[in-house]
């Protein structure tokens, strides 16, 4: 596990019972990572399916507060990890992030409208769509908990506009695994294979700013963080 | 220091509605700037035409230009407009080898803040203030113009480095909108709805950008 040997972070994997082939697909995306600690939340079906994720995120995030967890990782079951992903590469992002105030570090993202480079690794982002992979720091973990909603809760609405400190992973460490189904929003369901295209879109894009933030840094007055 | 050509194409003044912040109110009598003045009528002037103009006025430039400003019809000045800055940012954007600087933009792709105010851009739409360098000219003097384009766009998809000044310098007479809808390509947007282009466009930018600058100086102080 390289210069993180012994860390082992919480992380929380959502999941319906009956999706039994989703639990094997992510179980099988963790074996031999020992850097993550999993706690399966197995859960039944809500009505309305983004309304079930926002509160199995939600009690995650109790069970985090009430084990003084000081960061954890909420995971869905279709989570993969990209080849970009390494132990060493992913924990020295918690950290960058950690000291540039993060609430929210995703490893990768279907969507944000407006981005701005922080370091060669990270991006802050004013708004994002997917949450299959999303470390989340302790001083966010009451206003989680406090935000009001309702049954048009979507977590990565609510998280995006809750939180005005949210960043991006890039390389992205983990994209969406497309079962061919959401049991979270229609239009996913409706259109399986967008969700692969929302993913390669937007790492393209993220792709752009990464150069240029790379091209012009020497003229930038950002100090990025070596771990 | 030579003067700076300014190329500036303006529909009548009586129809942009009394307002008076037009380049050549404003740099006519500059000790600054050689202001080259071609009065159009916006509403029958296609775009093809003001490609002509454009190539015309490369032409007629001297051997030694380096750069000079083109206006696209309905130009205005804003009050952030003042001839040191402008000078000062292209002095600062000359080290990066620009093709092209804007004084403003009706819409921008990806946009990243690399110097205090200076922003790298990656499309753009408003063509009402751009300083065209040097290394753009027989780009654009071999480019011909063909049913469907648009000048802004056409700049923006020959140059490679486009910067833009923040806050804007120049901004989009209501007279003069960029009409029409386009789809960008490659996937800029989330969803594939046109992007609608309208003066109020320029205040939507420079909203997007002070969030961006904001942004940046957070993490740059802390």
């Known amino acids: 596990m390289e210069e993180n040997e012994g860390l082992s972070l919480t992380t929380y994997v959502i999941n319906l019972i009956e999706r039994e082939d989703r639990l094997s697909s992510i179980l099988a995306q963790f074996a031999n990572r020992p850097e993550f600690n999993l706690k399966i939340r197995r859960t039944h079906r809500h009505q309305i399916g983004a309304v079930g994720l926002w509160e199995n995120i939600l009690w995650c995030i109790a069970d985090a507060l009430s084990n003084d967890e000081d960061v954890i990782v909420i995971c869905e079951d279709d989570h993969t990890f990209t080849k970009s992903y390494t132990s060493k590469f992913f924990f020295d992002r918690i950290f960058e992030a950690y000291d540039l105030g993060c609430d929210i570090l995703s490893g990768g993202i279907g969507g944000f409208n407006y981005a701005v480079p922080v370091s060669e690794d990270l991006l802050w982002i004013d708004y994002f769509w997917c949450t299959q992979f999303i470390v989340i720091y302790k001083p966010f973990f009451q206003r989680i908990l406090d935000a009001p909603y309702d049954d048009t809760v979507t977590a990565d609405h609510l998280l995006s506009v809750i939180s005005t400190n949210k960043m991006v992973i890039h390389p992205f460490v983990s994209v969406q695994y497309n079962f061919g189904y959401s049991d979270v929003t229609k239009q996913s369901d409706d259109n399986p294979d967008n969700i692969n295209e929302y993913f390669r879109v937007t790492e393209s894009r993220i792709s752009v700013y990464n150069q240029i933030f790379r091209k012009y840094k020497s003229y930038n007055q950002f100090q990025p963080l070596n771990y | ?222």
């Open chain 2, 1 to 222: 220091m030579s003067k700076i050509r300014y190329c500036s194409l303006e529909i009548p003044l009586e129809e942009l509605n009394g307002n008076l912040r037009c380049p050549s109110m404003l740099l006519s009598d500059s000790q600054h700037f050689d202001l080259h003045k071609i009065n159009i009528r916006t509403s029958d002037t296609p775009e093809s035409k003001i490609w002509t103009h454009l190539q015309d006025e490369i032409n007629s430039l001297p051997k030694d230009s380096q750069y000079f400003i083109f206006s696209a019809p309905g130009a205005l000045l804003t009050e952030d407009y003042d001839n040191t800055r402008l000078f000062r940012y292209l002095n600062i954007s000359s080290q990066f080898d620009p093709e092209i600087l804007l004084g403003g933009a009706g819409w921008f792709s990806a946009a990243i803040e690399i110097r205090n105010s200076l922003f790298w851009v990656e499309h753009f739409r408003g063509a009402h203030f751009v300083v065209i360098f040097r290394n753009m000219y027989d780009k654009i003097l071999r480019t011909s113009f063909v049913d469907g384009d648009t000048i802004d766009l056409k700049l923006s998809y020959l140059a490679e480095r486009k910067f833009l000044l923040f806050p804007f310098v120049a901004s989009q007479s209501a007279d003069a909108l960029i009409e029409g809808e386009f789809h960008m390509h490659q996937g800029y947007f989330d969803s594939n709805a046109p992007v609608k282009v309208a003066v109020s466009s320029y205040a939507a930018s420079t909203g997007r950008l002070a969030v961006l600058s904001k942004v940046r100086q957070f993490f740059i102080t802390n």
